[in-house]
């Protein structure tokens, strides 16, 4: 069983989020820093969000921002290089694929859907504590991700961390919070699971 994250493992979503974002911007009259935000993509949407907007407006934000999201930022979003590969090569030999994302799982699936990517199950709204139920609840073996939080998760749920330098974090950060192996990209990770 292989988990993957979403954003910025198999997705490379910065083009949609930003242009939600800015949609967001010109809708609430606020100041969001698209390319800082896109800069840092991984935690929770409510949780960034938090930085931009008051308490009392944070769940108004949230819930304009992901009834924007399906028109602008799905087909925005390309798959990263090798995610289709990764995801035949986890499921390969009747293996299972599992997406765990901190995005909520509707929209997951609207990504899944579009770039044309199989997997067995979705877990999504999921972070930190979260990340690591959902591979212990689906018996996830290793976890594919791109920040650091990804890689203390599969830690705590007693996964391996495959870190792969597509996001924010680099090779150097994600060793640091645990991976197991860092991969430049998942182009490499077909090999890595058959020689692993």
Same mark, same amino acid.
């Given at each position: 069983?292989?988990?993957?994250?979403?954003?910025?493992?198999?997705?490379?979503?910065?083009?949609?989020?930003?242009?939600?974002?800015?949609?967001?911007?010109?809708?609430?009259?606020?100041?969001?820093?698209?390319?800082?935000?896109?800069? !840092?993509? /991984?935690?929770?949407?409510?949780?960034?969000? =938090?930085?931009?907007?008051?308490?009392?407006? #944070?769940? +108004?934000? $949230? %819930?304009?921002?992901?009834?924007?999201?399906?028109?602008?930022?799905?087909?925005?979003?390309?798959?990263?290089?090798?995610?289709?590969?990764?995801?035949?090569?986890?499921?390969?030999?009747?293996?299972?694929?599992?997406?765990?994302?901190?995005?909520?799982?509707?929209?997951?699936?609207?990504?899944?859907?579009?770039?044309?990517?199989?997997?067995?199950?979705?877990?999504?709204? !999921?972070? /930190?504590?979260?990340?690591?139920?959902?591979? =212990?609840?689906?018996?996830?073996?290793?976890? #594919?991700? +791109?920040? $650091? %939080?990804?890689?203390?998760?599969?830690?705590?749920?007693?996964?391996?961390?495959?870190?792969?330098?597509?996001?924010?974090?680099?090779?150097?950060?994600?060793?640091?919070?645990?991976?197991?192996?860092?991969?430049?990209?998942?182009?490499?990770?077909?090999?890595?699971?058959?020689?692993?």
């Amino acid at each position: 069983m292989v988990g993957f994250d979403l954003d910025l493992t198999l997705v490379d979503s910065r083009p949609g989020v930003a242009a939600v974002l800015r949609e967001l911007n010109v809708r609430t009259g606020a100041s969001v820093d698209v390319d800082l935000v896109i800069s !840092r993509l /991984g935690p929770p949407l409510r949780v960034e969000l =938090a930085n931009w907007f008051p308490t009392h407006q #944070v769940d +108004d934000a $949230v %819930a304009l921002y992901r009834s924007l999201y399906p028109q602008l930022a799905v087909a925005r979003s390309p798959a990263l290089p090798g995610a289709h590969e990764a995801v035949a090569a986890a499921r390969a030999d009747g293996g299972v694929a599992v997406v765990i994302s901190a995005k909520i799982a509707p929209l997951v699936q609207l990504h899944l859907d579009h770039l044309g990517l199989t997997v067995d199950a979705v877990a999504g709204d !999921r972070f /930190g504590d979260g990340k690591s139920q959902a591979m =212990a609840d689906h018996g996830v073996r290793a976890y #594919v991700g +791109d920040h $650091v %939080a990804d890689m203390a998760a599969a830690q705590a749920a007693g996964a391996l961390g495959i870190g792969v330098a597509t996001g924010p974090c680099t090779a150097n950060e994600l060793r640091g919070a645990g991976a197991t192996v860092v991969l430049p990209g998942l182009v490499d990770l077909p090999g890595w699971l058959i020689r692993g």
